[in-house]
């Protein structure tokens, strides 16, 4: 599964600390971020990341790949009192994501549940309907 990785500045560290938690699971998949978040996970897990451009540009780059329909699953751990105009959208994430019924997460408590259900198996639906786009 090809996994979109965003986080708010002040959501970094918490999605760095989710993905050394979850690096288990999260090293059978592609995993893609946006540029800054992406390097501070590469720092602590050692995962490969494919990295976009940093902020609203590279949350235009995720949206042409989940319009493409490309990544399976988004997590976007957003600050719910940002105010940063140079910072991805949350709104245009997931507008994208509904259009084209990828599975986003947007929360510690969401992502959690979302990564365990791959690990289960709960997601292998977005295989068929990707080959099927």
């Known amino acids: 599964m090809n996994i979109g990785l965003i986080a708010h500045d002040n959501r970094k560290t918490l999605m760095q600390n ?3 938690a ?3 699971i999260l090293s059978k998949h592609k995993l893609l971020a946006t540029a800054t978040t992406g390097r501070r996970i590469e720092e ?3 995962l490969p990341i494919q990295k976009v451009l ?4 590279g949350e235009q780059q995720l949206c ?3 319009d493409s329909n490309t990544i399976d699953m988004v997590i976007f751990l ?4 940002n105010k940063q105009d140079n910072e991805p959208s949350l709104s245009n994430i997931i ?3 509904d259009a084209n019924n990828i ?3 947007t929360n510690l408590a969401s992502a959690e549940i979302m990564i365990l259900a791959l690990d289960r198996g709960d997601l292998d639906w977005r295989l068929m309907y990707r080959e099927n786009q």
Not at 78 to 81: A, E
């Open 44 to 46: 602590v897990t050692n």
């Open 54 to 57: 940093p902020g609203s540009f």
């Open 64 to 66: 042409a790949q989940i």
């Open 22 to 24: 979850y690096h288990h």
């Open 103 to 105: 599975p986003a997460a």
């Open 78 to 81: 957003r600050d719910p009192d």
């Open 95 to 97: 507008k994208h994501c």
């Open 18 to 20: 989710l993905c050394v």
